[in-house]
T-cell receptor
């Protein structure tokens, strides 16, 4: 099938700590992969994306590398800030005569000062 | 350029009523997809429209329907509302080169 699994939260870190949120996907084809972030009361904002194996997406200090051999797309940030507190969603594209996304369950990140 | 606009932002409806939500995509984007977000089920795909045609549909009952107009604006309709339809409904517009851009959503509460 076309599924995405990401680590359950919440993840609680102190400011300036290193962040990793794990994400794996089922290997049906070579889908584009995404990380979205959702702040309270808002919609989803695209954080980064990668469209093929070994691509590295990056934005605002966040990075994720498309790993075909491990079917993973883990999100990392070297030094988190309080303002990074949000829910993070990993997603893969499904191209089945159309365009749509399937999402992981979301990981809530809480960063304490 | 303007983002994806969803209206209204908030809605309160009574069980058994019907509701229509609107989504205006980014100019030039012809694909519009809808998602339902609930605490229990997470983000689930509802349907996708391209050039006024539904291309894909998720696993939702027939009470959920949608359409797309010639200007790419889309509406979704939910008839005979149930308490379980309370959710954040998100719309996304997309282009192959731009990826998926989401609106702020419509928060529907069924009482």
């Amino acid at each position: 099938g076309n599924s995405v699994t990401q680590m359950e939260g919440p993840v609680t870190l102190s400011e300036e700590a290193f962040l990793t949120i794990n994400c794996t996907y089922t290997a049906t084809g070579y889908p584009s992969l995404f990380w979205y972030v959702q702040y309270p009361g808002e919609g989803l904002q695209l954080l980064l994306k990668a469209t093929k194996a070994d691509d590295k997406g990056s934005n605002k200090g966040f990075e994720a590398t498309y790993r075909k051999e491990t079917t993973s797309f883990h999100l990392e940030k070297g030094s988190v800030q309080v303002s990074d507190s949000a829910v993070y969603f990993c997603a893969r594209e499904i191209n089945n005569a159309g365009n749509m996304l399937t999402f992981g369950g979301g990981t809530r990140l809480m960063v304490k000062p | 350029k303007a983002g994806v606009t969803q209206t209204p932002r908030y809605l309160i409806k009574t069980r058994g009523q019907q509701v229509t939500l609107s989504c205006s995509p980014i100019s030039g984007h012809r694909s519009v997809s809808w998602y339902q977000q609930t605490p229990g089920q997470g983000l689930q795909f509802l349907f996708e429209y391209f050039s006024e045609t539904q291309r894909n549909k998720g696993n939702f009952p027939g009470r959920f329907s949608g359409r797309q107009f010639s200007n790419s604006r889309s509406e979704m309709n939910v008839s005979t509302l149930e308490l379980g339809d309370s959710a954040l409904y998100l719309c996304a517009s997309s282009l192959p080169t731009d990826g998926y851009t989401f609106g702020s959503g419509t928060r529907l509460t069924v009482v």
